[in-house]
Structure formats: C-alpha cells, structure tokens
C-alpha cells in the first residue's frame, strides 16, 4: 500500500472536491439521504456499506474522517462508532459465537474486561486472561475453537507491552483474529496492521479527539473484517457517530502530528523527574530506559505517549489522598489524551468488598498534558512536598 504523509492525510485526504471550496468540511446533519427513482433506491439498499441511505450507516461526515483513520492505520477501511467501548465490543462480538474461547490480556481496559469476563459470558463464550509479556503465553492459552487474541498493547493503568509480531505469528497459524486496543500510541507512534495484527481499535475520545470534548471510536482493518463488524453488530447497536462528533474528532485531528511529540517528550521528563523522587517507589512509563520492556517499546513504537503510572513509597491512603488533593494544575478526573494534565490514583476505583490490593494503594495514573513542563514539575513536586 502507498504511504501517504501524515499531514497529507490529516490536512487533505478526502478533501479535495469540498462544496464552495470550503476549507472547513462542512457538516451533513441529516440522517437520511432521497432517491430520485425506483432503482435508485433499490440498488442503495441492496449495499448499504457502499451508499448514502441512512445515517446509521453511512454519512459523508462520519464517511471523511474514516477515509482518514484508514490511511492513518494502514488498514483497507475504518468505521467511526460512538464511542471506543462500542468500537471494542463490535469488534469482538463480530468474531464470536456460543461455544467460541478468546485469549485477552489480563490488564485490558475496565470495559473491555468486563465484555470478556462478564457479558460475553452469558453467550457462552470462554475466555483466558495471559499478562501477556510473553508471547508463549498465547500459544499455550490457545485451543481449537480459540477466534480471538485480544490484545492492548502497552496496557493504560499497568504499561505491560505484548510484542505484536510475534503474538500475530501464532495467531495466524491458527486462523485466530487479533485485536488490538492502539489507544496509547495513536496512528502516530504505532501502526499494528504493519506488524500482522488483523483489526486496530481506538477510542477517538482520547488523542485523535484531543481536547476533551467528545467521546468516539474507531476500528480499522481489511475491507472484508470491517464489512463484516459494519453489517452485524455495527448496524445492529447502532453505536454510530454523530455527525458533528464526527466533526469534532476531525478538528482535533489535524493537530495530531504536532500534540503527540510534545506528550511524549513532556512525559519523558516528568517520569524521569518522579523516577529520581526519594517519594517515589516505581515509575511504569515504557520509553524510561529503566524499564523492563523498553527495547521491545523501541522496537515495535515509534514514540510513546503522555500517559504513565508511579507508585509513591507509601501504603498509607491518607498520603494519596494529600498527594492528589495538593495538585493544581492536574485536574481530577478520568480518561485522558486531551490538552490537559490529569490525576488518577488507582485507589478511587471500585474494588470488590472495598479492598484495595496492596499494589494498587499507591499506584496513580498521570497524564501529561500540553502545558509547560516546568510547571507541572513545581506542581508535582509541591504535592509530593506535602507528604513528606
Ligand atoms: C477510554 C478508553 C477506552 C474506551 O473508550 P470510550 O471512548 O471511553 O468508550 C478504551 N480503551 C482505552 C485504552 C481507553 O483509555
């Protein structure tokens, strides 16, 4: 396939023939398209995937960034969904069937656990969790009626990489679809389809959106894969984008190239500020050369992003507690990949019965926005001053 430069594709691509010579696309909020005849009509719904007919399936808004996403992934087709959770479950779902195993990686992102360990379960499908950081483990996790390696590579709370290539190998010795979560890295940094992974998700609320101001996501794959999710559980669900959300996403893509660096090379500095910290036990960030996997990261990423975890030297929750509440400019809250610099400790999670594992006590999650590291570092180290 042709590799197009990432600002051709983030700038131009889909673009040329704009109405009025818009430089802004403009937005199709409608959900249906007319026909002028009979046979117009007919032939439309006879291939939904191919025409304008219902914006549940097609809408040349939604339609644009996909053009995008797909070239950004290397992959034949992408479809946009609603929401990067249904972007996961669509593309497991449309794999599996009663009787049906999948390998998962055992630290996947919390909705996507919960689809393996308990939705899927009502349907009678099986799965095994691996850590994943040794490719044996799929291999020997493997069974005959295995459909789905399940991966996300690194995880988003615990930073374990898989070594994609490798776990591809042995899937495709077997007929098993991989599927990876590529959220971290975004198209930028790592592009799994290269390495023979079969179906990449995203969830769009994080980069590609960037600004924390809508919630997307994407899978991106061959014609045939992407065919398959879009005429069963794509049109089904109907977890479909709005058009402006669509938009938005858009918006926020053409500054991807230029954000990504800066997360990258800012959370480089800040994991190697906490990682020199007396206060500081562990950092989990891949690109630090400490870390137990940073040649496989080296090998199989091109950069990284500015999300991270640490544990502070303490099992003492008060101290998380001051940690967090100390903090200015990180923002308390939830998912990540927008401008801002954001807080997590794993301990305001729910746990069962309310215990938190020890390991997790003090494991925060940090995201490092776009703001000024000098900054974030006085403020960190402010926090981590009044736990002394
Ligand atoms: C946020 C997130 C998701 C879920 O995406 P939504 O857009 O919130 O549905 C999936 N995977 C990872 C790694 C995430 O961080």
């Known amino acids: 396939m042709e590799r197009k430069d990432i600002t051709e594709i983030l700038h131009h691509l889909g673009e040329d023939s704009l109405p009025l010579n818009a430089v802004s696309p403009p937005i199709f909020q409608t959900s249906i398209f007319a026909f002028e005849s009979f046979a117009a009509f007919k032939a439309a719904l006879a291939d939904e995937a191919n025409n304008y007919l219902y914006s549940r399936g097609n809408n040349p808004t939604v339609n644009l960034v996909e053009t995008k996403l797909a070239a950004l992934e290397h992959a034949e087709q992408a479809k946009l969904l609603s929401s990067g959770v249904s972007a996961i479950s669509a593309a497991v779902m449309a794999f599996v069937k009663t009787g049906d195993h999948i390998v998962s990686v055992r630290d996947s992102y919390s909705w996507a656990k919960y689809l393996m360990s308990t939705y899927l ?37 615990t930073f374990k990489l898989q070594n994609l290539a490798e776990v591809a190998k042995i899937a495709r010795a077997r007929g098993i679809k991989t599927i990876i979560d590529n959220t971290w890295c975004t198209p930028v940094y790592q592009n799994p389809i290269d390495l023979g992974i079969d179906i990449v998700a995203h969830s769009a609320t994080k980069y590609l959106g960037g600004h924390s101001d809508v919630v997307g996501g994407v899978i991106a794959g061959s014609d045939d894969d992407v065919k398959r999710i879009f005429e069963t559980e794509f049109l089904l669900h109907g977890t479909v984008p709005d058009p402006f959300a669509a938009w938005l996403i858009m918006r926020g893509m053409r500054t991807l190239h230029v954000r990504m660096p800066v997360h990258f090379e800012s959370a480089k500095k800040i994991a190697a500020f906490l990682e020199s910290h007396p206060l500081v036990e562990d950092v989990l960030y891949p690109f630090l050369p400490s870390y137990p996997q940073y040649d496989l990261a080296r090998a199989q990423m091109r950069g990284g992003a500015g999300l991270f975890s640490f544990r502070l030297r303490t099992r003492d929750i008060g101290k ?8 200015r400019l990180f923002k308390r809250a939830v998912s990540w990949g927008g401008y801002e610099s954001l807080v997590d400790p794993a301990a305001v999670g729910r746990f069962p019965n309310g215990e938190i594992p020890d390991d997790r006590v003090s494991l925060i999650r940090l995201h490092i926005g776009l703001e000024t590291t000098d900054a974030l570092i006085a403020d960190l180290s402010s926090a981590l001053d009044a736990i002394r």
Do not use: C, I
Request: hydrophobic share 30%; no cysteine.
């Open 121 to 157: 379960e009502r349907f009678g499908v099986e799965v095994t969790y691996v850590d994943g950081s040794d490719p044996e483990e799929f291999e020997r996790a493997a069974r005959p009626n295995t459909k789905v390696f399940y991966l996300e590579s690194p995880t988003t709370f």
């Open 320 to 327: 998380v507690r001051t940690f967090t509440d100390t903090l």
